[in-house]
């Protein structure tokens, strides 16, 4: 799942950033090595946190159905998983890196969550939103120096884009199928017993057990 949002990320970072520019989207940790190494104009989306967004956690089964409408199996509903990404710009002028920070900041937030048409693999086809939030102050138990002190490198200006992104739990359980048996009883020595039979042996069942109580009656 994480292999598929870094791939939305990308498309969606190349549609809002390019404006007719060659820049490229990275993953890596933006360390000083690898800003050492680095000799194109780069969108630097590096994946610092995952944790579950509990939040949006829903309790209860989720039916499924098989062809003729009948349950066939329940689920836990999908868990969501908060992906947390340090969005930089690397050029070589502070000005040019803040022009395609801003163009980012604009483009990501015209939407509420991910576009469909970027959404590839599990995440399309579960079919549900991917909210995504931008530039929204960070929690309190993390601070972005926090990250870059980590990181061990340079404060740099950066947008936090963070994902919530379904996924399915894994946990299914078979649904229960309606009985295919009845119940005979027979009389013996004026007691009744009964065992199972099968289901095209229902009627026979109820008569005999008919039989059985008018038995018991005439004694």
Do not use: C
């Amino acid at each position: 799942m994480i292999h598929e949002v870094d791939e939305a990320l990308r498309r969606l970072v190349r549609g809002e950033a390019r404006r007719g520019s060659e820049i490229e989207v990275a993953f890596d940790a933006p360390n000083k090595d690898w800003a050492s190494r680095r000799n194109a104009p780069t969108v630097n989306v590096y994946l610092y946190d995952v944790r579950e967004d509990l939040r949006r956690r829903s309790r209860g089964l989720l039916n499924e159905y098989d062809q003729l409408g009948k349950v066939s199996a329940r689920h836990l509903p999908p868990r969501h998983i908060k992906l947390s990404y340090l969005v930089t710009a690397w050029t070589q002028r502070p000005e040019d890196e803040h022009r395609v920070l801003s163009d980012l900041l604009l483009g990501l937030l015209a939407h509420d969550a991910v576009p469909q048409e970027v959404l590839t693999g599990s995440l399309a086809e579960l079919g549900l939103p991917v909210p995504m939030t931008v530039a929204l102050p960070p929690p309190e138990d993390r601070a972005f120096a926090d990250v870059w002190t980590a990181l061990g490198g340079e404060l740099k200006p950066s947008l936090d884009v963070v994902i919530s992104a379904p996924v399915h739990s894994g946990r299914v359980y078979p649904a229960e199928q309606p009985p295919k048996e009845g119940l005979k009883l027979d009389a013996h020595d004026g007691e009744l017993v009964g065992h199972h039979v099968a289901e095209s042996g229902a009627v026979e069942g109820q008569r005999r057990v008919a039989m059985a109580r008018t038995h018991r009656k005439s004694r």
